[in-house]
C-alpha cells in the first residue's frame, strides 16, 4: 500500500486481512471471517479469518519443514542479519499503514503508535547485530587430552501468541530475536488486533525471509491459541497475556511436549514517591506512568506509594496532570489517551471503579466514562485512602485508574510495593542515592526506573519477578533464550581404553 494514500479518517470498507503461510498471505475462502470494529468509532475496520485448529497443523508444518532443511538455520549469522536489517527498512517503509491499520483495531492514538512503531525498526536492527555475534563458550582448560566446545542452537519451532495492547510492538519484542539464532516461528496474534502480526509477514518475506520461516495464523485464543500450547510439534512458545490465561498454558505444555515457555503476564506495579524528589517530574512521570495507553500496558504504574508528609499535595498535583490528558479520537494527531480496547476491558475497568467506590476508597478524579460520540472511552482516574487489602490495590485493573497508598518509613514502602503476587516492574522517585539504591535493591521487578518510568529499548531485557512470569525477552537474552545449550566433549589424541 502506497504511505501517500494513508489519510487520517475511517476506511470506506473494511479491510480483508488473510493470514499467513510458507511466505504467502492465504485469503480467508470459506472460513468464518472475525470483523473487527475500532473501539474508538464503532464501525467495522478490518475482517480476518478465523483459523483452525488445521490450519495451525499447516503452519507448523511449513515452520518445521524450513527449520529441518537449514534454509534459515543454516544461514551465517551476517546473511540472517542482512535479512533482519532489510526487515528493519520495511517497517520504515510500512510504517504509517501499520499504525493505521493498528490506531483503528487497537483504539490507540496514531502519534503513539508511529513512536511504537519506530522503535520497532530499531529491535530489528538491534537483533541484526545480535544474529552475527552470539556465541558459545570453549574449555581449553581441560587437559593434553580434551577440548571442550559450549555452543548455542536454535530451539526450532517457535509459537509466539500475544494481546491487543501492543499488538506490533509486543510482536517486534520477540521475532527478531527469535529469528536471529535461526528459528522458525508461528505467530497468533490477538483477535482483536491481528492486521499488522500479517503486514509483517509481508515485509519479511520481501527482505528475504525464506519461505515458512515465519507464519502467522489468525484466529480465536481459546481455540487455535490452545491448539498452539497443546501442539506436539512446537518446541518453545512464548506467550504475553492474561496470568489466567498463563496458566492455561503451562498446564498445556506439561499435558504435551513439555515445549519450552516464555511468559510475560500481569503486573501491579509500584511508583515509589519520596518527599525528596523533584515532585513536578514525578507528578509528570506517575501521570505518563498510569496515562499512557490507557492503563493498558503490562508495566503500567498503577499503584503510587507516596510519602504520607507530602502524600495529599502530591496526589493533587498527580491529578493536575491527569486532567490535562488529551483523551479522545486515536487518529487524532494530538491525542494521548484514546479508546480501551476491548468491550470486555472496558466492562473490568468500570468494574473495578464501581469496586473501588464501594470499598471506601476516596474518588480523587474522574471515574467515569467519556462521551465521545461512539466508542469507550474511560476519564483518567485517581483513587486515594487507598488500603493495601482493596481489590483496586491487588488486582490488575489494566486501566487508566491509579491508587494512592501513603507510607511513612522506606521499610514501609518497599513492603507494600512487594505485596503483590506480581513482579513485573517498579519505579522509584527519590534525589537521594542510597534511597534509590537500596528500593531498586529490595523491590522485586524485573525491569525498574529511577526518577522515570516505562523507558526502554531493544538492548535492556524485559520480563518478570514472581507471578508476572518466566524467562526474558530483547536484549541479548532475547535471543539466547530461544536457543539450547550444547556441551561437547573433543578427545585429542589416542583414547586412555577403558578395556585393556
Ligand atoms: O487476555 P488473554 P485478555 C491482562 C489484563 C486483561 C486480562 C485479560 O489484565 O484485563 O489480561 O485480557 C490468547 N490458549 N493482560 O482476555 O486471554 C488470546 O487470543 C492460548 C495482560 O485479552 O490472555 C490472545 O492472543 N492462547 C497482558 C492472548 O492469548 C489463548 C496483555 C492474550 O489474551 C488462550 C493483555 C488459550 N486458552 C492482557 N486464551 C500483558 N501481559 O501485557 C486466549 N489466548
Redesign the pocket.
Known amino acids: 500500500m502506497d504511505q501517500s494514500s494513508i489519510k487520517l479518517q475511517l476506511p470506506e470498507a473494511p479491510r480483508d486481512f488473510g493470514f499467513f503461510v510458507n511466505g504467502k498471505t492465504v485469503p480467508a475462502g470459506d472460513r468464518e471471517v472475525f470483523e473487527r470494529h475500532s473501539p474508538a468509532h464503532d464501525v467495522p475496520v478490518t475482517r480476518l479469518p478465523q483459523c483452525t485448529a488445521a490450519d495451525l497443523d499447516d503452519a507448523v508444518a511449513a515452520a518445521r519443514t524450513a527449520f529441518a532443511d537449514r534454509r534459515w538455520s543454516g544461514l551465517s549469522g551476517a546473511d540472517r542479519a542482512a535479512v533482519l536489517l532489510k526487515a528493519a527498512d520495511g517497517i520504515r517503509a510500512r510504517l504509517e499503514e501499520i499504525a493505521y491499520w493498528e490506531a483503528l483495531e487497537s483504539g490507540k492514538p496514531i502519534a503513539q503508535l508511529r513512536g511504537e512503531v519506530g522503535g520497532c525498526v530499531g529491535m530489528f536492527e538491534y537483533a541484526a547485530g545480535l544474529a552475527r555475534s552470539l556465541h558459545g563458550d570453549s574449555f581449553n582448560n581441560l587437559g593434553e587430552g580434551m577440548f571442550g566446545v559450549v555452543t548455542r542452537e536454535p530451539v526450532g519451532v517457535v509459537g509466539i501468541?500475544?494481546?491487543?495492547?501492543?499488538p506490533f510492538l509486543?510482536l517486534c519484542e520477540r521475532v527478531p530475536y527469535v529469528l536471529a539464532s535461526g528459528n522458525s516461528i508461528v505467530a497468533?496474534?490477538?483477535?482483536?488486533t491481528s492486521a499488522s502480526a500479517v503486514i509483517l509477514g509481508e515485509i519479511l518475506t520481501e527482505a528475504g525471509l525464506p519461505e515458512g520461516v515465519f507464519n502467522v495464523v489468525t484466529?480465536?485464543?481459546?481455540t487455535?491459541?490452545?491448539a498452539?500450547?497443546e501442539h506436539h510439534d512446537v518446541d518453545m512458545l512464548s506467550?504475553?497475556?492474561?496470568?489466567?490465561?498463563?496458566r492455561?498454558?503451562v498446564a498445556?505444555a506439561g499435558a504435551s511436549n513439555f515445549k519450552k515457555l516464555g511468559l510475560?503476564?500481569?503486573?501491579k506495579n509500584p511508583q515509589i514517591v519520596f518527599a525528596d524528589a523533584d515532585l513536578e517530574d514525578a507528578a509528570d512521570g506517575v501521570a505518563f506512568g498510569i496515562g499512557f495507553n490507557g492503563g493498558?500496558?503490562?508495566?503500567s504504574g498503577a499503584r503510587l506509594i507516596v510519602e504520607a508528609s507530602v502524600a495529599e499535595k502530591f496526589a493533587q498535583m498527580v491529578a493536575d496532570k491527569m486532567a490535562k490528558i488529551t483523551v479522545g479520537d486515536p487518529l487524532d494527531e494530538t491525542t494521548q489517551i484514546g479508546a480501551i480496547t476491548?468491550d470486555?476491558?472496558n466492562t473490568?475497568i468500570l468494574g473495578y471503579i464501581e469496586q473501588g467506590k464501594s470499598e471506601g476508597a476516596e474518588l480523587v478524579l474522574g471515574g467515569d466514562v467519556m462521551d465521545m460520540g461512539a466508542g469507550q472511552f474511560i476519564a483518567p482516574t485517581i483513587f486515594g485512602n487507598v488500603t493495601r487489602d482493596m481489590a483496586i490495590a491487588r488486582e490488575?485493573?489494566?486501566g487508566p485508574v491509579l491508587t494512592v497508598t501513603p507510607f511513612q518509613t522506606l521499610d514501609e514502602a518497599i513492603e507494600i510495593a512487594n505485596d503483590t503476587d506480581y513482579g513485573?516492574a517498579a519505579s522509584v522517585w527519590t534525589k537521594n542515592i542510597d534511597k534509590a539504591l537500596t528500593v531498586t535493591r529490595r523491590v522485586q521487578a524485573g525491569r525498574f526506573w529511577v526518577n522515570t518510568t516505562l523507558a526502554g529499548g531493544p538492548e535492556l531485557p524485559i520480563g518478570g519477578f514472581k507471578q508476572?512470569?518466566w524467562g526474558r525477552e530483547a536484549g541479548a537474552m532475547g535471543v539466547e533464550e530461544y536457543t539450547q545449550v550444547k556441551s561437547t566433549h573433543i578427545e585429542i589424541g589416542k583414547r586412555n581404553h577403558w578395556i585393556g
Request: a negative charge; hydrophobic letters at 40%.
Open positions: 501468541i500475544t494481546p491487543w495492547n501492543f509486543i497468533k496474534p490477538s483477535e482483536f484466529g480465536i485464543g481459546a487455535v491459541g490452545q498452539m500450547a506467550f504475553t497475556g492474561s496470568t489466567r490465561t498463563g492455561a498454558i498445556a510475560e503476564l500481569g503486573g493498558q500496558c503490562c508495566v476491548t470486555a476491558q473490568t490488575e485493573i489494566f513485573l508476572s512470569g
